[in-house]
């Protein structure tokens, strides 16, 4: 079974306080890992999809890269609107393996 | 374009009550995916459709759950039975070429059961 796991589970900084998030995964055969962003009551909106190892994407302050066994998002620089819950998911069979999330709150 | 619509956006129902979610996806979208969502548990896939025919249903947690496809533009979640424990975020998303593709999620439906 397809496991994903992402740390840490809380994450509070100052604007401007660069910091990286982890998703640790493992699958039998990566098909694609993808990061979401959830604000609170909306549904998750794509940010990234990596589909090999030493993949990088990024976006505004956000990058995403990605090793055998891991996933960082790095946010450079954030500010208050990069206040979210960041997902992490794995296609390794066919279907998203989601994890908890990572809380991240942005302080002024 | 719309995006993925999910109604009601919230359900209040008492336990032993039929649920009925709805969900119209994304138009020229050819699979769509029903989750839940709980501070337990993540997001967690219940079924998913390719062309309107359930693929993989190994997610959802039991009989009292059913889910339909009638069309392309239409599919609805149905808790039959509900109990407490199905109180839940409920998402649906569609995509253009199955789980490996970009999912786009819908709002939601936000389940409570008393």
């Known amino acids: 079974e397809d496991q994903v796991t992402q740390s840490p589970e809380a994450l509070r900084l100052q604007e401007g306080e660069s910091s990286s998030l982890n998703c640790s995964y493992t699958v039998s055969g990566l098909r694609g890992l993808f990061w979401y962003r959830q604000d609170p009551g909306k549904g998750p909106e794509f940010l990234f999809t990596l589909y090999s190892a030493g993949e990088e994407k990024e976006k505004e302050r956000l990058k995403a890269t990605l090793t055998k066994k891991e996933s960082f998002l790095h946010i450079t620089a954030p500010k208050p609107e990069d206040s979210a819950t960041y997902l992490c998911a794995v296609d390794g069979n066919n279907r998203l393996a989601f994890g908890k999330g990572n809380q991240v709150v942005v302080i002024p | 374009d719309a995006g993925v619509i999910q109604s009601p956006r919230h359900e209040v129902t008492e336990m032993g009550q039929e649920v009925t979610l709805r969900c119209k996806p994304i138009?020229?979208?050819?699979?769509l995916f029903w989750y839940r969502q709980t501070m337990m548990r993540g997001l967690e896939l219940l079924i998913y459709?390719?062309?309107?025919?359930?693929?993989?249903d190994s997610g959802m947690p039991e009989d009292r759950f059913s889910a339909k496809m009638p069309n392309a533009s239409f599919s609805t979640l149905k808790i039959q039975p509900s109990e407490p424990r199905d109180s839940a975020v409920y998402f649906c998303a569609s995509s253009t070429s199955g789980t490996g593709q970009t999912q786009y999620f819908g709002p939601g439906t936000r389940l409570l059961v008393l």
């Open positions: 138009s020229g979208h050819d699979y």
């Open positions: 459709f390719n062309n309107n025919v359930p693929i993989d």
